[in-house]
């Protein structure tokens, strides 16, 4: 059995993202029979901002920062349940000097090459 690893771009909260991903493996791995890892590249994904200072601001920032805390842990399950994942890389050059070992790299995604 061949190992495909997948890089794409997963953890930008985007449920469209999540479900090309889960495709493209559930695809490979049934369809064609192979182990199929997907690269843990974090990056910049949840990038934290500093509330305003701003009382009223401040109130919508925080209920603002709470649902995303909670759909944050959902997205989160759903991904580690449903995708063999690498290790996370919080870096491009982390991946470059250790990068998970596989007989074939695939991408799925036109955001892969998204210069953010």
């Known amino acids: 059995m061949k190992t495909v690893c997948q890089i794409t771009m997963f953890r930008v909260f985007n449920y469209g ?11 490979i791995e049934r ?9 843990d590249y974090v990056g910049q994904a949840g990038t934290l901002y500093k509330p305003p200072r701003k009382p009223v601001a401040f109130v919508r920032w ?9 759909r944050n842990r959902v997205y989160d399950h759903f991904l580690r349940k449903e995708l063999h994942l690498t290790r996370p ?6 991946m ?6 596989a007989d074939v790299y695939v991408t799925g995604s036109d955001q892969t090459f998204n210069p953010q």
């Not at 369809?31 to 690269?39: A, F, W």
């Not at 925080?62 to 909670?70: E, N, T």
Request: contains cysteine; proline residues 5%.
């Open 17 to 27: 993202s999540a479900l090309q991903t889960y495709a493209l493996s559930t695809a």
């Open 31 to 39: 369809l064609l029979g192979h182990r199929c890892l997907t690269i």
């Open 62 to 70: 925080a209920i603002g920062r709470l649902i995303y805390l909670r």
């Open 89 to 94: 890389y919080q870096r491009f050059s982390e």
């Open 96 to 101: 470059a000097d250790d990068p998970p070992e």
